[in-house]
């Protein structure tokens, strides 16, 4: 029995893809929102990787407010001191890299959806019950595709989300969602360094197109 209820599933269902991103640039950020939304992407996630990241994220709130239907989060929140900061300027979610349970009942008490980071079945089950509706699995390319029928057998109301090493092509990307995932999140391989380096924003709005347009084919 699939979690079809929560505002927060459908969007993430609907939008099938998550970007997952970060550069030291305010300018490179809002540029890459830009071009992403653009492109048909709803739903994506800037990663708390540097110390520009505190500073950029009010400007990206900004442009998200102007952009109807975007859904903008924050990733590599360990702490719930992080998520405290994060959602005062505006993160509609929480992602986080591993699974805290204190960051967990931090956002089931402030009523915010949390993505925790899990690697086994016990650590995806504690965060169901912390309250967790999305799970990510990570690292994806060493967990695999069928790491999800897996935990669907024994947690069958649990939505995954899988990232790390995930492709931007039909073949990395279909077998995710025929083992069942919600949505497929992607960093580098989608938004290569090379473009945004170079500023081909051009090459990196293609690359985005593409990727929507595959995982609307697929779960069409």
Known sequence: MRNTESPFIKQINQAGLMPIFYHSSEEVCL?????AYDSGIRVIELVNRGSEATKIFPSLRKLANQLP???????????????????????????????????????????????????????????????????????????????????HAVLPKIEIIPT?????????????FDAGVL??????QLIRKDWVQSGNYEQLGKAFKQAVNLVEQIKS
């Open 69 to 151: 239907g975007l859904s903008l989060g924050i990733g590599t929140i360990y702490h719930p001191y992080e998520a405290e900061e994060f959602l005062e300027m505006g993160a509609e979610f929480i992602v986080a890299p591993v699974m805290n349970p204190r960051l967990g009942e931090y956002c089931s008490r402030n009523d915010v959806p949390w993505v925790p980071g899990c690697g086994t079945v016990t650590e995806i089950w504690q965060a169901q019950e912390l309250g967790a509706e999305l799970v990510k699995i990570y690292p994806a390319n060493l967990l695999t595709p069928e790491f999800v029928p897996s935990v």
């Open 164 to 176: 790390g090493g995930i492709e931007p092509t039909l073949e990395s990307i279909k077998p995710w």
């Open 183 to 188: 949505c497929v999140g992607m960093g580098s």
């Open 31 to 35: 540029s890459i929102l830009k071009v």
